[in-house]
Structure formats: structure tokens, C-alpha cells
């Protein structure tokens, strides 16, 4: 290749835009050792040339002065023409959009209202610049404010540096994606392609691109991109249920590669991957020689064709065509997913069981079979299979839908699941006697750790831990897991609550899993108070009165009932507390405080908006700190922040309390949901271990560990090997008042 100028010249001008069409052959003109290749080659080769098990990103520094605008132009034309003027300035990204890509969000909460009222021709430039420091940060938006003064614009141009605003602008960006996958059609996909072109081509390519579109039918496309990069992505919807479909799919995409090609020598792919979409259009791009250049890598490191067959290089000019996989109808709240995957890793069964993808495939999988009728063994199977690795192994947790572009909570889907086979059953007439005995209930529990640490006390851990284990493989599997984490019963506290005349009083709502949960025997040796009567004291330290909800015993949010899918119930408790709550808290004038994340996180989904409801740091972190005399521990400390709490926004609040009061807080990387799920890490402890499985080389060199959920601390101890409690205990000893 080398020693072919025509070849090696081809190279160097097509990577001098964005490329991923093939193999990255510029690995072979800019590298001269033979490793720097190899490795150079493997970046994105899609697994067709070996597995790569590791890699390092080298990132670029991330400024805190930032500003961004979004410029409105009258065209395409004129939105392309200025970000060649941007490329020159101190600018970071500079994204276009359409005026389809601007109109699929107009309607989205909390967009711009002009977003609707700009003329049908208009174009977008969504501009970021960024600065060490806000003096150059200015600096630069008048540098750039100044060279676009020649620009016809629809709406004066206006920076803005201020973090809510920005993320507004940003928000029309990052909402694209979604607000067409929210469109479409049950049983149709959506497609987002990937194509470059050189920088002066990008307005006149980007216009006939719509032309395209608009021949072929396909009116929801939107068109968004790296302007600065002269990359586009287009977006629209497929249905690949009829050959009519396919074959208009087929036209469409022939066309816009001859475009793509022989109009402007662009890239077919510039940073997505080339896969089996693509791979058709391969040899077509580069030509024949570079095509078989392809080849010979592929035979090199693959000669019997078994990595990844038939991605990037396919001999078969339909590969795009045939194969597809139909996505059926399976259920309303996940007939949306597109299978991209994004919430895999996040997902605390991903190295278990199955992944929310997964979980999604394979229920259609059984919606398509059962329709079709003609396997039912088939279908048995995986509705067999998929009872222990789908549904009895998924947290239900929802982590998964912060990370779903169109913001599928495969836990919802898990839980629905759980409700049909609860509902009209037995195991629903007792989920109503639990509800409507629940004080009795949490007693008997209470009183049930109660014994079993009394045992730990007389036989010790090493016995007890025999003991529990043989039982539990006896019954298999079907008595809870024993630890030496485990709780001890909460003591049942007489008259809780205190009333100093203070003006400020808030309103205390212990969970029901810290009203019977009480702290474990190997935490403080064995002296841990309660959490409620720490949470009660910090309150109090704070120049609160504390209230407490009556008949308190008997309430709950309906967590436990609403994750067994028992949905009536779940309803049920979570009114009858929140009439209690409005009471209490004289109708929302004093705020109300729950110990417990999960619980918190589904009072505020389901309960009046007049009542203030604060999980226990954000109600230090707002109301307490301030009024608090902390003093610093030196310790080093580690730090889990709940499903709920990242679900509800708190981590940042979380992390501040616990930066407060310890030297050093460590916030594990790779560690999400930990798994514990409620119950789950007593009945499914596999489960937990598996999400938990990077924790204990991340934090056994802190102190201890703090969170703010019951249940997830006990796993975190377990598998952490530090002590894990309430973030409520860390604040209320650096908070005392030293003698
Ligand atoms: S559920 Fe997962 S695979 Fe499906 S669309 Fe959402 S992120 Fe993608
Ligand atoms: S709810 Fe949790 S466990 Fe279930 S699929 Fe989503 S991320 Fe995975």
C-alpha cells in the first residue's frame, strides 16, 4: 500500500474528514511500527479483528466557564456557511439542527418558546465555547459574537455563561434522538445514520439529503449534526414488516450513498460503526483496491471468518436487507426500546443475568411466538428461563431509564410483569392481609431479628453462619440469606417526638424498614442507637420540634408492595399515609422528612404536591448544615448514593453533606444499583454480589461507609468490607458539641 501513491494519497484525503467506513486504514500511513498498526487498526474494527478487553482514554481538559447559543438562521445554507467562519474560531462544538430536528422538540417542557415561531427555512447553530477562566470566556463570546456580525440571523445572537440557561439550549440537542424514537410507530424502528463531508459541501449536501428524504416519504426525518466536522446524522423512523417497506428502505439508502459518493466523496459512516448496514456500501466508498486491502487485514488477523462474520466487510449486496428482526409488540411501556443498548451498563444484572435490552428482546420474543403460535415449547422455555433471569434477578430499580434516550424503565415492565401474576391470586390476598395488619406485621418481623441475634449472640458468628447456610441450602434457597450484617430487631420506641415550643417543626416519618430494622451488632460495636433517635437528635440539634405521624406502625409508601407487583395494595398504603402526612404537617406547612431513599422517591411520585418531601441529606444539606457546628473527622470515608437518590437528583447534595463532615469521601466508579433490591439480597444474594462485584477493592481502605437506604447498606457491608449506615449517624457525630 505504501508503495501505491494513488492508494496512499486516497487514504490520506479521505481521513482528512471524519471516517469509519471499512477498516481504519490510516493506521497503516501514519503509523510505521508494527504494534502502533495493529492497535490502530483495532479502533473501530467492531470485534471482526480480535476483542478488546481494556482501553484508556486520554481526555481533554474540562473547563467550568462555559456558554452557548443557539444562532437562528434563515437557511441551511447560511447555518452551514457560518460554521466554516466558527472552525476558525475559539469555539468547542458547534451543532446544527434542522428545522424538522427543531420542531420534533418545540412541544418538549421547558424548551424555548421561540423554537416554534422561527420560518419554516430555518436552521439552527447551537455554538459552545469554553475558558480556564470567565475573563477569556468573554473574551472569546465577543470574538465570536463579532465574527458572525455579518450573518443574516432570524434572531439577535445572545450567549448565555449561566449553567440552567446553557443546559436549556443543550436540552433541544440531547432531546432529538428521543423525540423521534417517542413518535413512532408500534413495530417500527428507529434509524439514525452517520455521514461526513468535506466542510464546503455541507450545505449543499445537507439540502439535498432532505430532498431525498422528502422523495422517499420519510416526513419525520430530522437532520442534526458536528457542523464543525462537516458530520450530519439523519434520523427517521422504519417499518421493516412488509417487503414494500423494505424495498423503500433499500431505494432510500442507495440513494443516498450515490449521493454521499459520487457527488461529494464523503464518508458513509464518520463515528458510528460501519456494521451490517453499512458493509454493502463498503467497497463502493473506497473502491476495489482498498476494498481488498480490507480483506487481506480481515484474512490476516481472521482467516476462517469467525469474529463478528459478515460486519464491515460482507460480499452479499442485501446484507442490509435481509435477516431484520421484527420488533414486536410486547408491552406499551417498553415498545419503544430500539435496542441500543445504553442502559446495559448500568444495569446491576448485566453480569449476571440480563440486561434491560435483553430483558426487552426476549419478552418479544415471547409476544412474537405466542402470536405465531407454531413453537410453544419454544415459547415455554424462555417464559421458564426468563422467570429467574429476567424478572427474579432485575432489581426493579429504574436506574435503567436514566440512561434510555427514550426513557424506558425496564423495572416498570419487570413490575407489571409481577402484577399479572400476583393479581387474583393467593399471594395477593395475603399482600391485603399484610396491608391491613401491617403494625402486627413489622412487629413480628421486628421481633423475628430480635431472636435471630439473640442466637448470633449465644453461638457466635462462625456457628451461626453454619447454621443459617444449611438451613437456607435445606430449604432451598427459600429462607433468606443470613450475614453477619444482618440487622438486629429496632426496638419499639414509647412517645417519639418533642415539642420545646420551637417555630420551626417538621414532621419525622420513619420507613417501615427503620422502624423493625435496627442497626447491625457489627456496627459501633453492638451500640449503634437507632436511626430514628439519631435522625430525631440531629433535628432537634437543628431548632426543629419533631412530629411524628400517629399510628405511625401501621403506614407505609407502598414500596414493598408496589416492587412484589401488588399494585392495589401499594396504592392503598401510599393514601392512607399521605392523608396522615397532610394532617400532621398541616397540610404541607411543615415540611416531612422520610429516613429511607426508595421510600421518599415513590412518596414524591405518588403523593400531594403540597406536602415538602425531603429525603434525610438533602434535608441537612438544605435546612441543617447552616444551622450545624460541624466538626471535620479526618477520616476517609466512602460514600453509595441510591437508585432513588440519583433518580431524584441528590447525589451532588449527598456528596456535599459527606465532603462536610469527613476529610476524604470516596465515591466508587463502576458501582451503580448495588443490587439489594428491598429483599432481593437475602433471597437472590448472587444478585447483589454481582452488582457489587468492584466495590470492596474501591473502599476497604476507608473507615466506613454511609448512604441513606436501609436494605442496600446491609449488602454494602457485605461486600465492601466496611461498615455501612445512614449518613444521618456521620452528621450527628461530627455535629455534637465537643467538651
Ligand atoms: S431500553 Fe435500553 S436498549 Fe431499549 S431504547 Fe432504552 S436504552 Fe436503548
Ligand atoms: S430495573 Fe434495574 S435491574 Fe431491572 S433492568 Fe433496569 S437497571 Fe436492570
Redesign the pocket.
Known amino acids: 500500500m505504501r508503495s501505491d501513491g494513488v492508494l496512499r494519497e486516497r487514504i490520506a484525503r479521505k481521513f482528512k474528514i471524519k471516517n469509519t467506513t471499512g477498516y481504519s486504514l490510516n493506521a497503516l500511513i501514519d503509523y510505521d511500527d508494527a504494534i502502533d498498526i495493529l492497535a490502530h487498526l483495532m479502533i473501530g474494527s467492531e470485534g471482526t479483528l480480535g476483542f478488546i478487553s481494556e482501553i484508556t482514554y486520554n481526555t481533554v481538559a474540562e473547563y467550568g466557564d462555559k456558554a452557548s447559543a443557539l444562532v437562528i438562521f434563515k437557511g441551511i445554507e447560511d447555518a452551514c456557511r457560518a460554521a466554516v467562519i466558527l472552525g476558525e474560531q475559539p469555539v468547542e462544538a458547534v451543532e446544527l439542527m434542522d428545522r424538522a430536528a427543531l420542531r420534533s422538540v418545540e412541544s418538549t417542557p421547558g424548551m424555548p418558546t421561540y423554537l416554534s415561531e422561527v420560518s419554516e427555512s430555518a436552521a439552527a447553530l447551537l455554538i459552545e465555547t469554553r475558558a480556564p477562566d470567565k475573563k477569556i470566556l468573554r473574551r472569546n463570546i465577543e470574538t465570536v459574537s463579532r465574527a458572525l456580525n455579518d450573518m443574516d440571523l432570524e434572531r439577535p445572537l445572545q450567549f448565555t455563561d449561566v449553567e440552567s440557561e446553557y443546559s436549556k439550549l443543550w436540552n433541544i440537542r440531547k432531546g432529538l434522538f428521543p423525540a423521534v424514537g417517542a413518535v413512532r410507530h408500534s413495530g417500527t424502528t428507529v434509524i439514525i445514520e452517520d455521514v461526513a463531508f468535506p466542510k464546503e459541501h455541507l450545505a449543499a449536501a445537507t439540502l439535498e439529503l432532505q430532498q431525498i428524504m422528502a422523495r422517499y416519504g420519510y416526513d419525520n426525518a430530522i437532520i442534526f449534526g458536528h457542523a464543525l466536522a462537516g458530520n450530519i446524522h439523519f434520523v427517521f423512523t422504519q417499518d421493516f414488516g412488509s417487503q414494500q417497506e423494505i424495498e423503500r428502505y433499500s431505494g432510500f439508502m442507495d440513494e443516498v450513498c450515490a449521493m454521499v459518493i459520487d457527488k461529494y466523496d464523503g464518508s458513509l459512516k464518520a463515528e458510528h460503526g460501519t456494521g451490517r448496514n453499512m458493509a454493502p456500501y463498503v467497497e463502493m466508498e473506497w473502491g476495489r483496491e482498498a476494498y481488498v486491502l480490507m480483506e487481506r487485514i480481515k484474512t490476516l488477523f481472521d482467516p476462517h471468518r469467525l469474529l463478528n462474520p459478515g460486519v464491515i466487510l460482507n460480499p452479499n449486496p442485501r446484507a442490509h436487507l435481509e435477516n431484520l428482526k421484527p420488533l414486536t409488540a410486547t408491552s406499551a411501556i417498553v415498545d419503544k426500546c430500539i435496542e441500543c443498548g445504553f ?1 446495559e451498563p ?4 448485566k453480569n449476571l443475568t440480563l ?2 435490552r435483553q ?1 426487552i428482546t426476549v419478552q418479544r420474543e415471547i409476544s412474537r411466538l405466542q402470536a405465531a403460535g407454531d413453537d410453544p415449547a419454544q415459547r415455554d422455555a424462555l417464559v421458564k428461563s426468563y422467570a429467574y433471569d429476567g424478572d427474579n434477578t ?7 431509564q436514566m440512561a434510555c434516550p427514550v426513557a424506558i424503565n ?2 416498570e415492565l ?1 413490575k407489571e410483569l409481577r402484577r399479572l401474576k400476583v393479581t387474583g391470586t393467593p399471594r395477593e390476598t395475603l399482600a391485603r392481609s399484610i396491608a391491613r395488619n401491617y403494625g402486627p406485621v413489622t412487629s413480628v418481623v421486628r421481633h423475628g431479628l430480635s431472636s435471630v441475634n439473640a442466637l448470633h449472640c449465644l453461638i457466635g458468628t462462625q456457628a451461626m453462619q453454619k447454621i443459617a447456610g444449611a438451613a437456607r441450602k435445606f430449604s432451598g434457597n427459600r429462607l433468606p440469606l443470613w450475614t453477619p450484617h444482618m440487622p438486629t430487631g429496632a426496638a419499639r420506641r414509647k412517645n417519639p417526638g418533642t415539642d420545646r415550643g420551637s417555630l420551626k417543626k417538621v414532621v419525622y416519618f420513619p420507613s417501615c424498614i427503620s422502624r423493625t430494622m435496627g442497626p447491625a451488632r457489627t456496627v459501633g460495636k453492638g451500640k449503634q442507637q437507632l436511626l430514628s433517635q439519631t435522625m430525631e437528635r440531629l433535628l432537634v440539634r437543628g431548632g426543629y420540634d419533631v412530629l411524628y405521624p400517629p399510628g405511625m406502625e401501621a403506614l407505609c409508601c407502598g414500596v414493598p408492595f408496589n416492587s412484589k407487583g401488588a399494585f392495589r395494595q401499594a396504592d392503598e398504603k401510599a393514601a392512607e399515609l399521605e392523608r396522615v402526612l397532610l394532617e400532621i404537617s398541616d397540610n404541607g406547612v411543615h415540611p416531612v422528612v422520610c429516613d429511607t431513599s426508595p421510600c421518599l422517591y415513590r412518596m414524591r411520585q405518588t403523593m400531594d404536591v403540597r406536602l415538602s418531601l425531603y429525603e434525610p441529606a438533602e434535608f441537612i444539606h438544605d435546612f441543617l448544615l447552616g444551622e450545624l457546628k460541624i466538626t471535620k473527622s479526618k477520616e476517609k470515608i466512602a460514600l453509595h448514593t441510591t437508585c432513588s437518590s440519583e433518580k431524584m437528583g441528590l447525589a451532588a447534595k449527598l456528596r456535599r453533606v459527606a465532603e462536610a463532615c469527613a476529610d476524604e469521601v470516596v465515591v466508587p466508579d463502576k458501582v451503580g ?1 448495588c443490587g439489594f433490591a428491598g429483599d432481593k439480597g437475602f433471597t437472590y444474594p448472587e444478585l447483589n454480589a454481582s452488582a457489587l462485584e468492584e466495590l470492596h477493592d474501591q473502599v476497604c481502605s476507608c473507615t466506613a461507609g454511609y448512604s441513606n437506604s436501609r436494605t442496600c447498606e446491609i449488602g454494602l457491608s457485605l461486600h465492601g468490607g466496611i461498615e455501612y449506615s445512614s449518613i444521618v449517624y456521620l452528621v450527628e457525630r461530627c455535629s455534637r458539641e465537643r467538651g
Do not use: F, N, Q
Open positions: 442502559c448500568v444495569c446491576p444484572s440486561t434491560p430483558r432485575c432489581a426493579a430499580d429504574g436506574l435503567c425496564t423495572g419487570t444499583c
